[in-house]
């Protein structure tokens, strides 16, 4: 494609939502195999042409921001009339008030809820922690990329790391929460056979199936852990050195 | 006076009337109101597309890609039912402006 480095820079400064960009970027491409072609057909030379053709396009910062305001929706157009630090005091509102009515409208206000929470022990601590901030961020991306539509590709990026990790933390404390019950389910479930003979001693045979596993996602987990911290660290130095 | 600026406001109606004939493609309209206008109107591609793009948003004309045309698809716009009322109103709109700068400086109108 004659115009496809051309196409590929102005796709990524278009600041429009995801498919309308693409659409966008394939009408211009047409319209300058278009330009290109009749220019060539009235003498000028193929890299002449091609270098026209672009100029004459005036894809400049005017037309940017002029794509940018037309393709805008309608809660995007309605938040930029506003001073940027008012707007973002409007965004994060909104995203915390929803989270908190979710989390005490469906979680505590449910009974049953409340009290499937408190069945799971200690390990239910660290799955909270991690999982009220899983419901903020999920509300925000759900916003940013549904609503907003700020398909900008730092925007696609944000966040991900966190929910991940948050995700991890989730799914491994609960594995080793479950290995735990399971051990001391075992555990009982031995010291009362004992008393009967020819009981199966569950504990004892799987003993060290769920010890290497405890002890296995408990060192996983305090790798995803370091792991994180480690590439936040390496983010924010990566950000400071592109400026 | 600021003519550049007179013929920028003239772009929408401009486009809407050729779109009253038929369905056409952004590069052609560019041709046709130049060619029309023998070269006093040029339409630059910068202010075409966002123009285009405000009119099918406000539900004025609708696009699609059709029928291949040398060899490869393109994006055509027509116009709706809204686009045409709202362009029957801007021909009003012109016919009156016209008239009163003809009432106030004849020799415009010769």
Known sequence: MRFAAYLRQLEGCLDIPYPQRSDLVAEIATHLDDLYSDLVSEGLDETTAKSTAIDSLSADADFIKAMCVVHQTAVARALTRLPRNISLGIEYGAITLIGFLLVFTV???EAPMIEFLASGGFFMIPINVAGIPIVFLGIERFYSLFIKKDHSQENLEKRLLSLTF???VCALTGV???LVGLYQAFSVADQIAARFDGVFPIFEVTKIAMTTSIWGMTLALIAVVVRFIAEAKLARIA????M | MDVERIKSACSETLVISLLREKSMHGYDMCKVIEKRSLGYFTLKHSTLYPLLHRLERDGMVKS???ELDR???RKYYQ???KGAAHHKKNVESWRELFASIGNLIP???T
């Open chain 1, 107 to 109: 979680i505590l206000q």
């Open chain 1, 166 to 168: 948050l995700a991890l």
């Open chain 1, 176 to 178: 080793i929460g479950t």
């Open chain 1, 239 to 242: 950000s400071v050195r592109a």
């Open chain 2, 64 to 66: 699609d890609w059709g």
């Open chain 2, 71 to 73: 060899g490869k698809p």
């Open chain 2, 79 to 81: 116009l709706t039912k």
């Open chain 2, 107 to 109: 020799e415009v109108a």
